[in-house]
């Protein structure tokens, strides 16, 4: 090996300068997603839910229900007077529907999308790695995804204290917590619900992959989440119960209990990951297996 | 294309991690694991062991189980597999944590006082201990949520009617334990088979309870830890400040203590006990008018989530739809010197309701009862 030709080096050092730099274009696939109408929309969406939220229970405190969702119902009942408990109260309202969508959104618009502008069959033609395609489509709607989650956080610890006051968080416990202790908590929530719309865009890129119509995705996607809510409500069916990603959404009120109770939380984010590596690792392989 | 078959096989390597981990998450934990080699242990020394220990400084989560299907009162969590969170400081001071879906009711014994925290209605009710220094009675709630002194008050009753042994080894709450085995001697009369207690092999606390009943494979009631850990707890666990805003109710400690829940229904009960051992029966009066209230309003187990409603009396008597018109439904219509009544047969046991309001009822046969409710004034 070591009587390599100085050319051949070179050659090799041209090739890979002749992609470029994934700083680059990781940041350029964002600034594409982001400058998508839809995905402004959807954000703006986000950011306004825990605006409306805190000013309805401002003006008529305590009778904020929340349907036939006794987790939502349970914290309702805490957000009067207990602005930073907001976040969690939004952040759990979004999670069933609302957050999923979004992540489904992205994950059909960066494949099927390109796919049915015929951007896709460029990208795959072009000399770039599949899986290095699919990296980046990943991280966009990854990135996104956590924006989104992030921004409706934000903007519902602004609205709480604005519009609700109250000092520290009250948890489900009956303890109050100090205000980092309540951002910690809050953080910890953004993260948790980021993983479970990662789960969720995981399986629905795969989805994506498959496919050249971004409804279908959209589709699919609804479909599977009332699906597996169905099942989740099966009490006959329980054996099946753990490997449902929905099955722990409604059990997320658990981070506004004190002490915390991690393991409910982990044994949740540990599903998510199990999705997200069996979404990805299914797109990848369509993907790898596509004809340009 | 040796590069796609690498990638092709990376990703079919994760997907099969994927699924291997989804399948992790849906077995059940310590299936088919081999019971935990542990020294020999006499009966006798383990009962003794069992009964001296004082119950140490814990952390832990408890689950119940019922397959008697029957609602029983007051035994939250029953339904749903819900875990109950406890802690002690092994010093008297108590906190018991009953998480429901969005809520909680949060049971603290600072040691002076004891606080019961509601959030669904954001209510405190706060019971200071009695003269004696002594919570006056445990709040109904936590009463459930302590195997180790149920099992211990169990094993304590039972050990003198029982053919007491050693069945070997196994986990609970991934600790290794010794299963004490409660028979009844044959000259018991009673449906149950065995009482089955863990006992941890290191502190001796006992860690979980099943209670099995003739012909049935699974426990009829099992309590027990699923996570336990002893070791000094944190002190500002076991205390508590009424939360701004919260309703605070103070509660005469001398007044009998009844927690939230089946508010109203163990007062003026008139509770006796016939017999001894696996036989014995407990007998009650209910008050006249709890038997011809609305159902849904006597009944304490109630739906979860209507928590706050519960307790609260509503319209008395209209005459349908009430406990005694579905008694006749559910039971077998008998009659004797104690009048006329029902019997309601369970695996593990029958009840007695009749129709002026006695009420017995043991893990035992239909004759037993109906002789307890004989010997009733």
Redesign the interface.
């Known amino acids: 090996m070591t009587t390599v030709p100085t050319a051949a080096m070179s050659d090799v050092r041209t090739t890979t300068r002749a992609t470029a730099p994934l700083g680059r274009v990781l940041r350029s696939e964002l600034r594409f997603i982001l400058r998508r109408p839809r995905t402004l929309v959807a954000l703006a969406a986000l950011a306004f839910t825990p605006v409306i939220a805190g000013i309805s229970v401002a003006i008529a405190a305590g009778s904020m229900s929340?349907g036939r969702?006794?987790?939502?119902?349970?914290?309702a009942?805490?957000v009067?007077?207990n602005g930073l408990i907001l976040p969690i109260f939004v952040l759990l309202l979004a999670m069933p529907m609302m957050l999923p969508l979004c992540g489904a959104m992205w994950s059909a618009d960066a494949l099927a999308g390109e796919a049915s502008t015929g951007g896709l069959r460029n990208l795959l033609l072009a000399p770039v790695?599949?899986?290095r395609l699919l990296a980046v489509k990943a991280f966009g709607v990854a990135a996104v995804s956590l924006l989104a989650v992030t921004i409706m956080a934000v903007t519902a610890i602004l609205a709480g204290i604005v519009l609700l006051g109250g000092e520290g968080m009250?948890t489900?416990?009956?303890?109050?917590m100090s205000v980092p202790a309540s951002l910690g908590r809050i953080a910890l929530l953004t993260l948790l619900v980021t993983i479970q719309v990662w789960a969720v865009a995981a399986i629905a890129l795969a989805i994506s992959s498959t496919t050249d119509h971004p409804l279908i995705v959209l589709a699919a996607t609804t479909g599977g989440i009332v699906l597996f809510t169905v099942l989740g409500g099966i009490d006959t069916l329980s054996?099946?119960h753990?490997?449902l990603l929905t099955d722990g959404w409604?059990?997320m009120?658990?981070v506004v209990?004190d002490?915390l109770?991690a393991?409910g939380l982990v044994?949740n984010a540990?599903?998510a990951?199990?999705?997200?590596?069996?979404g990805?690792?299914?797109a990848?392989?369509r993907l790898?297996?596509r004809d340009g | 294309m040796e590069?796609?078959k690498t990638?092709?096989s990376?990703?079919?390597?994760?997907?099969v991690?994927?699924?291997a981990?989804?399948?992790l998450?849906?077995s059940p934990a310590g299936a088919g694991e081999a019971p935990p080699e542990l020294p020999a242990i006499s009966p006798d020394d383990l009962v003794e062991s069992v009964l001296n220990t004082e119950i140490p400084a814990l952390s832990g989560s408890v689950a119940l189980e019922n397959n008697l299907g029957l609602p029983l009162p007051g035994m939250p969590g029953s339904t749903d597999g819900a875990e109950i969170?406890v802690f002690t400081d092994g010093e008297g001071k108590h906190r018991v944590?009953l998480?429901?879906?969005?809520?909680?009711t949060?049971v603290i014994d600072d040691g002076k006082t004891v606080?019961v925290?509601n959030?669904?209605?954001?209510s405190?009710t706060k019971v200071p201990h009695g003269a004696d220094g002594k919570a006056h009675e445990k709040p109904l709630e936590s009463r459930f949520a302590d195997p180790a002194t149920a099992a211990r008050e169990l094993v304590d009753a039972m050990q003198k009617d029982s053919e007491v042994d050693v069945d070997g080894t196994a986990r609970v709450a991934d600790r290794p334990v010794y299963q004490l085995v409660l028979t009844p001697k044959p000259t018991e009369r009673t449906l149950l088979r065995e009482v089955r207690v863990s006992v941890d092999s290191e502190t001796r606390v006992p860690l979980q309870v099943e209670v099995l009943a003739n012909g049935q494979a699974e426990p009829a009631v099992k309590a027990g830890f699923t996570?336990f850990a002893d070791g000094p707890q944190?002190a500002s666990?076991f205390q508590?400040?009424?939360?701004?805003?919260?309703t605070v109710t103070e509660q005469d400690p001398n007044e009998e203590f009844r927690g939230q829940a089946p508010k109203d229904l163990f007062g003026d009960l008139d509770l006796n006990t016939y017999g001894e051992g696996w036989d014995t029966v407990l007998t009650a009066t209910i008050p006249n008018d709890m038997l011809t209230m609305p159902f849904d309003e006597a009944r304490p187990g109630g739906d979860?989530?209507d928590r706050g409603d519960r307790g609260e009396r509503g319209g008395f008597a209209n005459g349908s739809d009430n406990p005694l018109e579905l008694l006749g439904t559910l039971g077998k219509q008998v009659s004797g010197d104690f009048g006329t009544g029902y019997v309601i047969s369970a695996n593990v046991g029958t009840a007695l309701i009749t129709e002026d309001g006695k009420v017995a009822i043991g893990a035992v046969p239909e004759q037993v009862v109906i002789e307890a409710a004989e010997q009733m004034k």
């Open positions: 929340g969702r006794d987790d939502i119902a349970g914290i009942m805490l009067a007077d790695s599949r899986p009250l489900l416990s009956g303890s109050t054996w099946l753990p490997v409604l059990d009120a658990d209990r002490p109770p393991d044994e540990f599903r990951t199990c999705y997200i590596l069996i990805y690792s299914l990848l392989a790898t297996t | 590069t796609k990638v092709l990376f990703a079919a390597a994760g997907t991690a994927g699924v981990g989804l399948v998450l849906a969170r944590q998480p429901d879906s969005g809520t909680e949060t606080w925290w959030s669904s209605e954001r405190v996570e944190d666990l508590f400040t009424p939360p701004e805003g919260a979860r989530g």
